[in-house]
Structure formats: structure tokens, C-alpha cells
């Protein structure tokens, strides 16, 4: 198992509110990892704080160390759009461009110039179609709106947009709480089959999603991470009683 | 959370698996006194009760299920759930046994006094022992009582190969007795499986309170998981 993310004594602060108390944590290359927790633990900052989207909040502000594949992401200079390339990021409600499905996809390829030529750039978005399991779906329509697409086309949509300017990890806030039972099956499907190529952060309130889907379980709380184990483990003999009372739905 | 919807649903299983347990400690031990007391009589109510018994397995199985298909426990509620349904077909396979020594009491109780029985209750005591205390200690998961159980099943292995040789000794010099202590020969190997069965559960225990398989460990490590 090799590292990809290691995160050691994260504190972060919004304005003179700690969020995240003191945050140390490896995920490994090619796995999934879930963050699950009650409403307002942090887990969704957390996974924020992995691509630097908190950057952008006033009076926002992050101590400790986020280094991926040895760099810390936090050092003077870091490129924050490359970074952002690298680590991407999908989010609980779809939020397609107002554009053809190509361009949707196409986007995020033309403003870095990852392409070589039109050509280059079809395949590359067809890849990025495939590879979100949603070519099949909209190959003859490509050039229709995006927000003609159901729910869960648009979620695996914004996962394709993701894909397409090649990362190497993708965090994924909530991605599946908006859509039905079906939608939410390809979707957890699309999660353990991109994990053969990507790293993947999901944060879930789902915790039986958590369990389907990832290789390890984050369990935080009041801004602390309380356990971080093997999956199979966190849900059939978690190391604290905390992550016990919170799977079993014992909190109240 | 104090009232959980699960939590009426597992104190329902617990309740039930308890019941059960009493059943099949009472089917072992008024079988072998149908066989001791030579009561035919008390081994036809022991065989008669075994299909309540039977009926009560098929409703844990059900219950346990459910549990599973709606609540999808987790944790210890899990591992509850699952050594539940493993300990139940072992308390029905017990109680199958206490029906097989009934039977065999019943055809014992027509055959001339064979043998004195010193040994059988002692087994059977032990054996009935074990299975009251594994069952108070699947209620108060205590793992360490569960291997001091596991360890006295060598007492009753120890009477088997006892009762055994007597009983083959018995069959050499005397001939006519062969029938009755063929019979029971069969009674000791049946306590001598309860005892397993016992053994069993108390692994369950430990699965139970420590999430740990100790079944089938001959020395070597399990492998790990990772």
C-alpha cells in the first residue's frame, strides 16, 4: 500500500471557529476512502481541505501539513489550479454548465490545453464518458443541454467533467444523497470501478454506502477524526466505542 | 439514543435463544434421567418436546433474518445477531442428541439392568453444566468463562474413552449383553458430542465479545486480514 495523501496535525479555523482539531491521516493510492459522520463533524471540510477549496472562504485558515505524493499542498507557491487538476472534485447537487453535454466535458480539457487537436479532444471526452459509465447513454445526443439529462446522468456528467482533465484523485462531496436508488447503484458501482485508476475521498451520510463502497472508514466528530480503520472492520468491530455508538445509531 | 427500533427486535432474539437454551438443557437432562430412573415414560415426553424445539429454531432463523434484511445491523449488534443464528441450530442439534438418548432409554428401559450407570451421570452432569454455563456466559459475554468451558470438555472426553473400554469389556466376557451396551455405547458418544456442541458455542461467546474466530486455531495464527 503506498501513500498518496498524508495529512499530519490539521487544525482549520473559520474566522475564530476551530472546525478540524489536529487531523493525521494516510489514504493510500488506489483505494476508497469515506469520511462519515453526524451533520457538522467536519468531513466535509475535511475533504475541502485536500484540493484547498476552503481557500476561497474568508477568514478560512489551515495549520498542518496536506502533502500529496510528497509535496505539501499548503507551501508558498503551490499552483492551485494544477493542484485542483490533480485532485477533483464532484459535489452533492450536479451542478452541469449551462451547455451541450460535449462541452460540459470538453471544458475543463480546452482551458488547460490538454488536448493536441478536435480529434484528440473528441476521444478525450468520449473516454471521460466511458470511464463515468454514461457514453452509452448520451453518445447520440452530445450536443443537446446537459440539463436535459435525469439527475443521476447530470451526477455521472459532473463525474465525467472530473475525469477528463486527468486527475489522480477525486474527492466526492455527498454524490449520490440527491438521487434515487437506481442512480445511486451506478454511481457507487462508477466509485469501486474508477478506484483501479484513481484515489477516492467520499464523504457519505449513507453509512451502508460506506460500507459497499470503500476500503477504509474515517469516522469523525466534533471536528476530530475518532477512528480510522479498514472498512470491514469499522462496521464489525470499530476500535471505539464513539464510531460504535454512531454506526449502531446509538447517538441522541 | 436510549430506545432504538433494533433494540426491541434483539432483546426479543435474546429472550428467544434463552428459551431455547433452557429447552434443550432440560431435554438433556430428562433424558438421561428417563435412562438412569429407567422411566420410558419421561424419555417419550423428551422426544415429544423435541418438536417444539424444532419450531423454536425456525422462528429464531426467521427473526434473526429479518433483523438482517431491515435493520442491517452493525458492530456488536452484528455480531450479535450472527452468533444468534450460528448458536441456534447447535442448541437443536443438542437437543436432537437428548432425543437420541431418549430413544435409546426407551429400548434400554425394556432390556434387563445391564450396567450401573455411575459413569453416565457424570458425564451427562458435566455435559448439562457446560451448556447451563455457556449459555449464562453467551447472556453475560464473557469471553474468559467461555474458554474455562471450552477447557472442561476434556473431562467428558476423558469419560468417554473410560465408559468406552468398560463397555467393550463388558461385550467380550459377557455376549448376552452385547444389545444393551451397544445402546449404551451410543449414549456416550452422544453425550460426548454435546460436549463438542457445547464447545462450540463458547467459541461463539468469544466471537461474540471479542470479534475473534478461536474455532479451527491449531496453534497457528489466523491470517490477517490485510
Request: charge should be negative.
Amino acid at each position: 500500500m503506498q501513500t498518496k495523501i498524508s495529512i499530519s496535525n490539521l487544525d482549520f479555523f473559520y474566522g475564530k471557529v476551530q472546525a478540524l482539531h489536529g487531523i493525521s491521516l494516510e489514504i493510500p493510492e488506489r483505494e476508497v476512502v469515506a469520511f462519515i459522520g453526524p451533520s457538522g463533524c467536519g468531513k466535509s471540510t475535511f475533504i475541502r481541505t485536500l484540493n484547498r477549496m476552503n481557500d476561497t472562504i474568508p477568514g478560512a485558515r489551515v495549520e498542518g501539513e496536506v502533502i500529496i505524493d510528497g509535496e505539501n499542498i499548503y507551501a508558498a507557491g503551490t499552483d492551485v489550479v494544477a493542484l485542483r487538476r490533480k485532485v477533483g472534485m464532484v459535489f452533492q447537487k450536479s451542478n452541469p454548465f449551462p451547455k451541450s453535454i460535449f462541452d460540459n466535458v470538453a471544458y475543463g480539457i480546452k482551458i488547460n490545453g490538454i488536448h493536441s487537436n478536435k480529434t484528440d479532444l473528441k476521444d478525450r471526452v468520449e473516454n471521460a464518458l466511458r470511464n463515468a459509465a454514461l457514453w452509452e447513454e448520451v453518445k447520440d445526443r452530445l450536443n443537446m443541454s446537459a440539463f436535459g439529462l435525469s439527475g443521476g446522468q447530470q451526477q455521472r456528467l459532473c463525474i465525467a467533467r472530473a475525469l477528463a482533465v486527468e486527475p489522480e484523485v477525486v474527492l466526492m462531496d455527498e454524490p449520490a444523497s440527491a438521487l434515487d436508488p437506481i442512480a445511486t447503484q451506478k454511481i457507487e458501482e462508477l466509485v469501486v470501478e474508477l478506484k483501479r485508476n484513481y484515489t477516492i475521498v467520499i464523504v457519505t451520510h449513507n453509512m451502508q454506502q460506506a460500507a459497499r463502497v470503500s476500503d477504509r472508514t474515517a469516522f469523525f466528530m466534533l471536528g476530530k477524526l475518532i477512528e480510522f480503520n479498514r472498512t470491514d472492520k469499522v462496521f464489525q468491530n470499530p476500535d471505539e466505542k464513539l464510531t460504535e455508538d454512531y454506526i449502531t445509531g446509538r447517538f441522541g | 439514543m436510549d430506545h432504538r427500533i433494533i433494540d426491541q427486535q434483539l432483546d426479543h432474539l435474546r429472550d428467544k435463544i434463552l428459551l431455547l437454551g433452557g429447552a434443550t438443557e432440560q431435554a438433556v437432562q430428562r433424558a438421561m434421567q428417563s435412562l438412569v430412573e429407567r422411566d420410558s415414560e419421561l424419555a417419550k415426553q423428551v422426544l415429544e418436546e423435541d418438536k417444539i424445539i424444532d419450531q423454536m429454531e425456525l422462528e429464531i432463523d426467521r427473526l434473526s433474518i429479518e433483523i438482517i434484511a431491515l435493520q442491517q445491523p452493525a458492530a456488536h449488534d452484528l455480531r450479535f445477531v450472527i452468533s444468534v443464528a450460528k448458536i441456534t441450530p447447535i442448541l437443536e442439534r443438542i437437543a436432537d442428541h437428548a432425543g437420541s438418548i431418549a430413544e435409546a432409554a426407551i429400548i434400554l428401559n425394556n432390556e434387563p439392568h445391564t450396567k450401573n450407570y455411575v459413569d453416565f451421570p457424570i458425564m451427562a452432569q458435566t455435559a448439562t453444566e457446560m451448556l447451563r454455563s455457556a449459555l449464562d456466559a453467551f447472556t453475560s459475554e464473557d469471553a474468559a468463562l467461555s474458554r474455562e468451558i471450552i477447557e472442561r470438555d476434556r473431562l467428558i472426553d476423558e469419560a468417554y474413552r473410560r465408559v468406552f473400554s468398560e463397555l467393550l469389556e463388558m461385550m467380550i466376557d459377557n455376549p448376552a449383553a452385547t444389545t444393551g451396551a451397544a445402546h449404551l455405547l451410543f449414549v456416550a458418544k452422544h453425550l460426548e458430542r454435546i460436549g463438542d456442541y457445547v464447545k462450540d458455542i463458547c467459541e461463539l461467546n468469544v466471537y461474540l465479545r471479542e470479534a475473534a474466530f478461536i474455532k479451527h486455531r491449531y496453534g497457528s495464527p489466523t491470517p490477517p486480514s490485510e
